[in-house]
C-alpha cells in the first residue's frame, strides 16, 4: 500500500509541476482576458496524454500496476484531473451507460460550479 503511494505521489509531484510550466508558457503568449486558455492547453494535452498511456499500457502491459499508478494516477491525475474526468466519461459510453454518463457530466459541471460559487460566498 504504502509502496503504491509513493508512485502516485511521485507521478503527482511531477504531474503538478509539467501542468505550472505548460500553463506559464501557454499564457505568456496570450492576452489578459484569455487566461483561461492555459487551462484549457492542459486539460486538452491531459486528456490526450491519458488516452496515449493507457492504451499504450492496456495493449502492451495490462497487469502493470507501478506504471499506471506512476504515469496514469499520478502524473496525469497531478497534471490534470479533467483527463481522468474525460477517460471515466469515454468508458461510461463505450459501455453504453448513457444515464450514467449524463448525470456524472452534469453534476460535475453544475455542482462543481456551485460548490466553488458557494465556498466563495461562505468566506466573503
Known amino acids: 500500500m504504502w509502496k503504491d503511494i509513493l508512485y502516485v505521489g511521485i507521478g503527482g509531484g511531477i504531474g503538478s509541476i509539467f501542468r505550472f510550466i505548460a500553463s506559464r508558457v501557454v499564457i505568456r503568449y496570450v492576452s ?7 487551462t484549457l492547453a492542459v486539460n486538452m494535452t491531459g486528456c490526450f496524454l491519458i ?16 506504471f499506471r499508478l506512476l504515469f496514469i494516477v499520478g502524473f496525469c491525475g497531478g497534471y490534470t484531473t479533467f483527463s ?6 469515454l468508458r461510461l459510453i463505450e459501455m453504453n451507460q448513457w444515464g450514467l454518463f449524463t448525470l456524472y457530466t452534469l ?3 453544475v455542482v462543481g460550479l456551485f460548490a466553488v460559487w458557494g465556498g466563495m460566498k461562505l468566506v466573503s
Open 32 to 38: 489578459p482576458e484569455w487566461l483561461f486558455v492555459g
Open 51 to 66: 488516452g496515449l498511456l493507457s492504451g499504450w499500457m492496456l495493449a502492451h502491459q495490462p497487469e502493470n500496476q507501478t
Open 84 to 89: 481522468t474526468f474525460a477517460f471515466e466519461n
Open 107 to 109: 453534476t460535475s459541471v
